[in-house]
């Protein structure tokens, strides 16, 4: 597969096991948050998405916390399976000028490992 | 099947010979984009493009060019390769706000 990252922070984790993915944003005007997972060798797949009106968001199995006080993103995973061994990434955007939200900056990513 | 279709897969070339990488997508999404991922540095935005003919910079578009004369297609150009853009190359597309980016497979550029 692709290698995607050679330094980035790593959660291992139990099967079973709840993750808790963090991450910090950097642009106060961010507007409109959301998290990727990318497996090996594959684009990111889109996961969940908040907007800065809300504090938390539920998915299945998946929950974002955002705290724009710290600027401060979470992507939970509930009862986390293998198959959700990958690399997560949280991304950013905003409203600026007219351009709705097509400008989108990612986070540097955590791989998450998931062991039976 | 609904998705983000990017050529070639892998591609191998020279320094200043110019190239193409062509996306398309067949969701009638309004929005398309390019990003390139390296280690160490992950996703950066090329160019974004919100419609037929609008197109903007994104983070790192120097050494790039882009076009969008038709909705389903955005390809990347690179008139003057050079090494520092060899990199994991994605193309996404996204219908708007709450929906996300839904992203190719990837092409893998290496510049000699």
């Known amino acids: 597969g692709e290698s995607v990252g050679l330094h980035l922070p790593t959660l291992s984790v139990q099967e079973g096991d709840n993750s808790i993915i963090n991450c910090a944003y950097s642009?106060?005007?961010?507007?409109?948050f959301i998290w990727y997972k990318q497996e090996s060798g594959k684009g990111p797949q889109f996961i969940i998405d908040?907007?800065?009106?809300?504090d938390k968001r539920q998915g299945q199995r998946v929950t974002v916390l955002l705290n724009k006080t710290v600027k401060h993103l979470s992507l939970q995973i509930a009862a986390t399976q293998p198959g959700d061994s990958a690399v997560y990434f949280c991304?950013?955007?905003?409203?600026?000028?007219?351009?709705?939200?097509?400008?989108?900056?990612f986070g540097q990513g955590t791989i998450l490992t998931v062991h039976p | 099947e609904a998705q983000v279709t990017q050529n070639p897969r892998y591609l191998i070339t020279v320094t200043g010979k110019k190239l193409t990488v062509t996306c398309s997508q067949n969701?009638?999404?309004?929005?398309m984009s390019w990003y390139r991922q390296d280690p160490g540095l992950g996703l950066r935005q090329i160019y974004y493009?919100?419609?037929?003919?609008?197109?903007d910079k994104g983070d790192v578009p120097e050494g790039y060019k882009v076009s969008r004369k038709e909705k389903r297609n955005f390809p990347l150009i690179l008139e003057s390769p050079s090494p520092n853009q060899t990199s994991l190359y994605f193309c996404?597309?996204?219908?708007?706000?709450?929906?996300?980016?839904?992203f190719g497979s990837g092409t893998r550029l290496t510049v000699v």
């Open positions: 642009n106060s005007a961010s507007d409109y």
């Open positions: 908040i907007r800065s009106n809300m």
């Open positions: 969701m009638n999404h309004e929005y």
């Open positions: 493009s919100m419609n037929v003919e609008v197109t």
């Open positions: 991304a950013e955007t905003r409203n600026a000028g007219g351009t709705s939200y097509g400008k989108l900056t």
């Open positions: 996404a597309s996204m219908r708007g706000l709450g929906y996300g980016y839904t």
